[in-house]
């Protein structure tokens, strides 16, 4: 028995199985040399062109480019340059349909020629022996170089197989009827291509090379032995015409008895397969230095008057080589890019040549009739006869039909290379190749969503233990931090009897109060340590309920709190305001307690409610100073309530403006000004049923704002809103409603953000929403101002979708209760 | 007493075999898939929540309690086909109606009306979008896996789910765009 060599030198050839013998038509078109085309008014140029990534843009539009010039820079893994196919101005970068069956747009590089067909500078080699394989391979990747036969992979990868090569395969069997492109380009290239293949001799270094030429080309065959004669690695094969022996797999068992196999590639078999035309692209791009901008296309079919192959240049326009071979369009006609048996029909001419454009078919009805009608399998088994790959068509149809995925895995379905040999004989003209196609493409997707599945789920799962874990540190935190809280309080309650003490020499008050005070600081300091939400929510109720009666006291006694408002306004000269602010806090308590005097327990009980308050805001460090704003606050509530009214709302408003200037940090300022509010709002309560719900509303919203940095804005906003509301509620309707403007405008001006305006539009929608639900008729004089003031200034079309939306809910929300 | 002595010998007997057979069983015991990591392999892991349930591995263990098979609006008709086969249950139109075949969709947030709450950013299951407090928020579209739950919270209404924009690598051949007819 030979070797595999001898048998191979000795001109044996082996068979694949099955295949079909469709008519070949190649006389049309291969009768003429191959024609220069004009240029064509512009030239479109996909930058992905081939498998792989596409290239990073070098070029801008306007630019002006010289033919050859590289348009793109290849960068990640597998990706290719193109280059400019003329001399021109670059008019466009846009996606552009696709030389794809979907015609889907790609990103794109229009160039408009200008005619002088200028060359940039071109670096030929002459001395190929002593370059390095490195500098061959930089070579064949900068000239854009991919495979022509149809699949477009990027020949520098394949030339730098890191796997032995023992038989390098020459493609010019081209067994797809009608197209002839390569066999024009042996006829008349056959020298540049057998330089093309001493190349990849020179990187590849295999044993033999192999031409692989179907019999019905003999002057191809002529020219090819005759420039070969020279270099015996070279052997020219005669192989008989069938379809699809230019399939790769196929040649590579024609010529050498092996099998590539299944989701293998050739080099795993020692065997590396070029098609002619790659290789006298090679041979362009290494002996004249011209990289890939042109190639041979066969423009064939009955409609084309001069029916030939032509030199295009890649992102010439299909219209353009129809119109200048003469193209009479018959009614419904198709134009199929690649041969009638694997190409697609074109969804438009608008359609650039690319790198893998062997042929423009453009046939009348007759010759490429339209596939009748799908008729029921007869199982005659024609398709597995025909199958080059041995698998079962029939079978795989209908899996596929049923869309039965893992049995059409199980079936070997990827092994199909879709040459159409199966759909050729069938005599119920069942489109078997599309409907592989369309498995494929459902695999291919499910895999993919497997696959992102997969990488949710771990994203999913790594979040939970995340969230986990920062709840844990929290609860840690917290731990700690309530044991940490004690102390301060101590101290704070040291610090508040000092005080005490000296308000007690300045206004004459009685020890009971010190006594008082104390109490109340060792309220604050057990408030601290219960930090369970279910307590706050009682002593919120229990607040509640105590303010109402707190407001009927305080009703009656209104002469009795005009003292305090003299005392107030004298603190007021105090020059640092810090201090002025402590000390109108500890005021606020001394009137509060003289007032309340015969009514202890409930002074205690809304002292609670502070305390209450307190271990939050001494958990936040910028609390402090809000909680000073607070006490003024409340300050200026009592005086509100005396007879001198006019008096409290002037100073209420000196009181707000004033911290408002000296604190430069913003986020006091809205402290500050939510504090103001407050302010306001109690002022105006002349009920004490009115103030209790608002209040509640507050404190209700206190700790979820403090848990969102951002929501602060938003906050200050709706406060600022709360405020015009409750103000318009109360007899002194004028005075407010010019403050309630200004403290509006103010943080809206701070905040440059428009986002900012606009949630804050959203939230006094909501405001208002609220308003009328729970207080009918009282809120509805001051309503309409607020809103109507805050949409003005929302510009945004989406922030008016953002309200209507947020009112709906609160309605929603408001009409159960 | 032959009685006796067949009775001690088998006795014996079985009890060998069957101190071995327990041996074997817990020696060589072959570690099967539970029920629940198989269904959480067939749910589309886009943890929406539309079943109900915080997430997919949470539905996955209901469904392998018991539950329903056809809340998974997501997975569309396929995913309660898979179940059906998986759990050996007839399968059923999905509940509420949907549509048997679910546009993906990813989100989109106009990054010009973000006011940077960072509240689409905890509600999102898979961590796809970035962004930080009072910063403009993005998502990751190719880790976003469409389960709309960052568009409630947000307060100024900038997400938008936009379905998955369909590239040459995605496409399909339309069978229907060649005529083909479906026969019986």
Known sequence: MDSLLEQIERGTLWQFPGGVHPPQQKSLSNQQPIARLPLPDKLVLPLKQHIGANGQL???????VQKGQALTKPSANWSLPVHAPTSGEIIDIKPMPSAHPSALPEL?????PDGNDTWCELSPISNLQELSHKTLIDILHNAGIAGMGGAGFPTYIKADSHQPIE????????CEPYITADDLLMREHAQEIVQGIEVMQQLLKPQRVLIGIEDNKPQAIAAMEQACAHNSAILVRSIPTKYPSGGEKQLIRVLTSKEVPSAGIPADIGVLVQNVGTLFAISEAVYKGKPLIERVVTVTGNTIN?????????????KHLLDCQGFTPVPEQRVVMGGPMMGFTLPTVRIPVVKTTNCILAPDNQELAEPGDEKACIRCSACADACPQTLLPQQLQWFAKSKDYDKLEAYNLFDCIECGACSYVCPSEIPLVQYYRVAKAEIREQKLDQIKAERAKERFEARKERLEREQQERQNKHKRSTSRA?????????VADALARVKQKQGDQSAVQAAIERAKAKKAADGSLEPDNSEVALERARRKEQARQYKEQKHSEDAASSESSNETSSKKDAVAAAIARAKAKKAAQQSEQQNEQPQQAQASESETKKSDDEPRKAAVAAAIARAKAKKAAQQAEQQGETQAEQAAESETNKTDDDPRKAAVAAAIARAKAKKAAQQAEQQGETRAEQTAEPETNKTDDDPRKAAVAAAIARAKAKKAAQQAEQQGETQAEQTAEPETNKTDDDPRKAAVAAAIARAKAKKAAQQAEQQSASQGEHGSDAEPQTPEQKRQAAIKAAVAKAKAKKQAKEQEGNDPS | MTLFYALIALGSLALVFGLILGYAAVKYRVESNPIVDQVDAILPQTQCGQCGYPGCRPYA?????????????????????KLADLMGVEPKPLAGGEQAEPVKTVAYIREDECIGCTKCIQ???????VGATRQMHTVIDDECTGCDLCVEPCPVDCIDMLPVEQTKQTWKWQLDAIAVKQID
């Open chain 1, 58 to 64: 070098l070029v801008d539009v306007g630019d002006k």
């Open chain 1, 108 to 112: 794109s590089i229009v160039i408009a």
């Open chain 1, 167 to 174: 038989f390098l395969v020459v493609n010019g069997v081209e």
């Open chain 1, 306 to 318: 001069k029916p030939q192959n032509v030199w295009a240049l890649i992102g010439t326009e299909i």
């Open chain 1, 486 to 494: 004690a102390k301060p309080d101590a101290e704070k309650a040291k």
């Open chain 2, 61 to 81: 263990e209901a469904i392998a309690n018991g539950d329903e098979i056809n809340k998974c609006p997501p997975g569309g008709e396929a995913t309660v086909k």
């Open chain 2, 123 to 129: 509600a999102c299951p898979v961590d796809a979008i």
